[in-house]
């Protein structure tokens, strides 16, 4: 804000202009005037007597952090001019977009990540959420749906009903994320993660019937005994087969974050477009993105809206879904 590194002290006069909200009296340290572009009002050691000629309201302190003695100074200036010292702190460069203030035994403590499913409550509450509607769905659709799906998956090729797979859910703990199975059978690889290779448009190995089901998103309603198991939730980001989170993970910044809550059935990312198919590292930045923003901004009403957009985009349908 008027430094190149905001190393410096800002004042501001109460009135409220620009963007900024704050009429800048100018800047207190060693800087040169005609790369500042601003009033550049002295050195540090000068800056009593620039408050007392200044009359400023408030200053901002934003001195490197190893700079004690500095640091000890302007905090004392202002004590004795009883101006009040904001201190400003780029955490940003931590790769941290929410934050929280505590305070343990007097300090005061920063926390650099905080979601609101950190809160006990919320959790309870979005876990209560979960049970009550994956209740009614087994009672009222699966209750009928799956005996009949599973005898058309019999009917259509050789292998089980169902599939699962390892993935990674809350906290990184490996869960088995089950699904009706839509591809044919290979012998003894009917759940092996290590011959991974994500279905694509027109994949041979898709059933006939596979692809209703992929089309319509109906082989992942299983997923709903995971919720109610507790492995999953009906709104999280979505959980990658482990070969991909492996393959990501190294490559897209803060994606192990995406495993800080439950994942889910369907999520942010996937009613946005994201969906199907991860084609490149962008496109999984954008996903990651997605979920992050999720987990950052939860809230019940949110759930609600991915819930319905989810409803919506299967009746009008999904060219990514195959």
């Not at 040169?32 to 002295?42: D, F, I, K, P, W």
């Not at 049970?131 to 058309?152: G, H, K, R």
């Not at 803060?254 to 590292?281: D, F």
């Amino acid at each position: 804000m008027g430094s190149p590194d905001f190393s410096s002290n800002m004042y501001r006069s109460g009135k409220l202009i620009n963007n900024l909200e704050y009429s800048i009296v100018g800047f207190v340290g060693e800087f040169n005037q005609q790369s500042m572009g601003a009033n550049v009002l002295g050195p540090i050691r000068e800056l009593e007597s620039i408050l007392s000629t200044t009359n400023a309201d408030e200053v901002f302190l934003a001195l490197p952090n190893h700079n004690l003695e500095e640091i000890t100074f302007v905090v004392d200036c202002c004590e004795r001019k009883n101006v009040q010292l904001n201190v400003v702190n780029d955490f940003n460069r931590l790769g941290a977009s929410t934050k929280s203030l505590t305070n343990y035994a007097g300090f005061p403590i920063v926390s650099l990540r905080y979601f609101p499913l950190d809160d006990p409550e919320n959790r309870l509450f979005k876990r209560v959420f979960d049970i009550l509607f994956s209740f009614l769905v087994l009672v009222f659709v699966l209750s009928w749906l799956t005996p009949l799906i599973a005898l058309l998956i019999k009917l259509n090729s050789r292998g089980p009903v169902f599939f699962k797979q390892e993935r990674w859910g809350l906290n990184n703990k490996k869960i088995y994320c089950y699904k009706f199975r839509t591809m044919f059978l290979e012998e003894g690889k009917e759940n092996d993660n290590s011959q991974f290779s994500p279905a694509r448009k027109n994949d041979p190995r898709v059933t006939s019937l596979g692809k209703l089901l992929r089309k319509t998103s109906l082989d992942e309603l299983p997923q709903f005994i995971n919720v109610l198991m507790g492995d999953m939730s009906v709104v999280g980001p979505r959980p990658h087969p482990i070969p991909l989170s492996l393959e990501a993970k190294d490559v897209v910044q803060h994606y192990m974050l995406r495993h800080l809550v439950k994942p889910g059935i369907t999520g942010w990312a996937q009613v946005n477009g994201s969906r199907g198919e991860v084609q490149s590292q962008l496109e999984m930045r954008t996903r990651v993105a997605f979920d992050l923003w999720y987990i950052e901004n939860w809230s019940f009403w949110l759930d609600c809206q991915i819930i319905f957009q989810t409803i919506v985009n299967l009746l009008k349908g999904d060219e990514r879904a195959y």
